[in-house]
């Protein structure tokens, strides 16, 4: 699947699922620029691609911060001028019984995981919108679709990601701009490191392909949703889990 000629845009791209997705952008061709609160890491990755000779820069990113998005939405357009592939893939989780959250664990839940995607969305469809263009993907979760124990406020905030991806798909329909979501399943990336163990056991025996994702099977799913293979599908989820999850 070829990018050549495209800029995507990849959030939470110094790490895991961001940075496979970030990288295979990159091999599909696209100048991908890598946004991270983790600035440093996001570069290392980045220089580690350029020394690949494909296209890739980083530019630091809070997803929380309504400045710090307003920065780099310019920073990112000012490269090439346009925008065409957004990837809203920075996110956290912890695993811990809701009525033991904080209300401050909350907001920073929805935050990150909803609040993030709404606002980088807002920054970059304008250019889109102009061209009449553009591919938005979003990193939710099957704890989106289906729920997961332990993550009722995450499961929440990425719910709300999948209908966001839903009604902005109907709107921006008329602009020929498509909005996809892809759901991972337990990923072998930090983030799941990070869950207990006996859980992350319960996902395994659970996951009919007796396997963890790996980052680059997400990826796989987005380069799709990115390239002109998906120009007629839109306000889609795509559950990428080893079948663990198989309904609706
Ligand atoms: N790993 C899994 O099992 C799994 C399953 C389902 C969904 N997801 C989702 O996939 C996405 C990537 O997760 P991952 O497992 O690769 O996690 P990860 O922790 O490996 O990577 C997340 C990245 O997001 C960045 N980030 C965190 N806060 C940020 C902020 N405020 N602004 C900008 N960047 C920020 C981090 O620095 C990191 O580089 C997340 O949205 C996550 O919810 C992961």
Redesign the pocket.
Known sequence: MKLDGMTAVV?????????AIGEALAEAGAHTIF????AE??ETEAQRLRRRNLAADAIA?????DRSIADFAEAAMAFENRVDVLVN?????KVQPFVENEPGFWDRIIA??LM?PIKLTRAFLPGMMERRSGKIIN?????GRVGSLGETV?SGA?AGAIGFTKGLAREMARYAISVNCV??????????AA?PEKFRDAFLRAIPMRR??K?AD?AGAVVFFASGHSDYITGQVLSVSGGLTMAG
Do not use: M
């Open positions: 959030t939470g791209a110094a790490s895991g699922i961001g940075l946004g991270d609160i983790a890491k996001a990113l809070d997803v929380t911060d893939a920075a996110g956290w989780g990150l995981n993030g990193v939710s979760s099957d704890a995450y990425k759901c991972p399943g337990p990923t072998d990336t930090p983030l799941l869950v963890f994702g980052p997400v």
